[in-house]
C-alpha cells in the first residue's frame, strides 16, 4: 500500500519499525515512563492535506473522468427517436408502467394509478378538496409558479407565462388563439371537432 494514499493515512496500523512512537515520545528520565508529545495541529492538517492532494493527483493520472454524457438507448419502435422508458419502448409505445385500473391505458402518476383514476394528492392546506399541483398544494394555494411577466399575479403554464401574456400550447390553426390539446393533434376542440359551440 503506497504511504501517501488515503486508505493508508485512514487505516494503518504502525509497525514498531517504522518508529512512529519513537517520533512523537520523549525519552524517559530515571523511572518516568515516556511521555507522548502530540505534533501542532497545523503540521498533521497540512500533512493530511498533501497526502490528499497526491491521491487526486495519481487518481486524475489513472482514472480520467468521463467527458462523454451517459448512453441513452432510443425506442425501438421504427422511426421513434424518444428516449426508452422501460422494455426497449418510450411511453407512447407502451414502456412505463400502466394504470390498475381496468380498460385504462395510461401511465400511472402516484399509487400505481394515472391523474384520473386517483394517482394524485390532495393539497395540504387545512380544509382544501383540491388536486396538488406543485409542492403539495394546489393552484390557489401556491402550488405553481407566478407568470414572469413583470407586474403579472397570474399562474404561469407551459413557457414560464400565463395565458393571457403568451403562455402555454395554442391552436396551430391561423389567426386562432384558442388553447390547443395534444389529443386534437395540437389544435383547438373548435378545429379538431367542427363544433361551433365553443365559439
Given at each position: 500500500?503506497?504511504?501517501?494514499?488515503?486508505?493508508?493515512?485512514?487505516?494503518?496500523?504502525?509497525?514498531?519499525?517504522?518508529?512512529?512512537?519513537?517520533?512523537?515520545?520523549?525519552?524517559?528520565?530515571?523511572?518516568?515512563?515516556?511521555?507522548?508529545?502530540?505534533?501542532?495541529?497545523?503540521?498533521?492538517?497540512?500533512?493530511?492535506?498533501?497526502?490528499?492532494?497526491?491521491?487526486?493527483?495519481?487518481?486524475?493520472?489513472?482514472?480520467?473522468?468521463?467527458?462523454?454524457?451517459?448512453?441513452?438507448?432510443?425506442?425501438?419502435?421504427?422511426?421513434?427517436?424518444?428516449?426508452?422508458?422501460?422494455?426497449?419502448?418510450?411511453?407512447?409505445?407502451?414502456?412505463?408502467?400502466?394504470?390498475?385500473?381496468?380498460?385504462?391505458?395510461?401511465?400511472?402518476?402516484?399509487?400505481?394509478?394515472?391523474?384520473?383514476?386517483?394517482?394524485?394528492?390532495?393539497?395540504?392546506?387545512?380544509?382544501?378538496?383540491?388536486?396538488?399541483?406543485?409542492?403539495?398544494?394546489?393552484?390557489?394555494?401556491?402550488?405553481?409558479?407566478?407568470?414572469?411577466?413583470?407586474?403579472?399575479?397570474?399562474?404561469?403554464?407551459?413557457?414560464?407565462?400565463?395565458?393571457?401574456?403568451?403562455?402555454?400550447?395554442?391552436?396551430?390553426v391561423d389567426q386562432c388563439g384558442r388553447r390547443a390539446y395534444k389529443r386534437f393533434g395540437f389544435r383547438c376542440q373548435v378545429h379538431a371537432t367542427g363544433s361551433s359551440q365553443f365559439e
Amino acid at each position: 500500500m503506497r504511504r501517501s494514499s488515503i486508505t493508508f493515512l485512514l487505516n494503518h496500523e504502525p509497525s514498531q519499525d517504522e518508529g512512529t512512537a519513537a517520533r512523537w515520545c520523549k525519552p524517559a528520565q530515571g523511572n518516568t515512563p515516556p511521555r507522548v508529545v502530540n505534533p501542532d495541529p497545523w503540521k498533521l492538517e497540512s500533512a493530511v492535506q498533501e497526502l490528499i492532494s497526491v491521491e487526486f493527483r495519481h487518481v486524475c493520472r489513472t482514472k480520467p473522468m468521463a467527458t462523454s454524457q451517459p448512453h441513452r438507448h432510443k425506442c425501438t419502435v421504427s422511426g421513434c427517436t424518444t428516449a426508452s422508458v422501460s422494455k426497449g419502448l418510450c411511453v407512447r409505445h407502451g414502456g412505463g408502467t400502466r394504470c390498475l385500473e381496468p380498460g385504462c391505458t395510461k401511465r400511472t402518476k402516484r399509487f400505481q394509478r394515472c391523474y384520473m383514476h386517483g394517482g394524485f394528492l390532495m393539497c395540504s392546506e387545512r380544509g382544501c378538496t383540491s388536486k396538488a399541483k406543485r409542492f403539495g398544494r394546489c393552484w390557489a394555494h401556491g402550488g405553481g409558479i407566478a407568470c414572469s411577466e413583470e407586474g403579472c399575479g397570474k399562474l404561469s403554464v407551459k413557457g414560464g407565462l400565463c395565458w393571457t401574456h403568451g403562455g402555454g400550447c395554442r391552436c396551430n390553426v391561423d389567426q386562432c388563439g384558442r388553447r390547443a390539446y395534444k389529443r386534437f393533434g395540437f389544435r383547438c376542440q373548435v378545429h379538431a371537432t367542427g363544433s361551433s359551440q365553443f365559439e
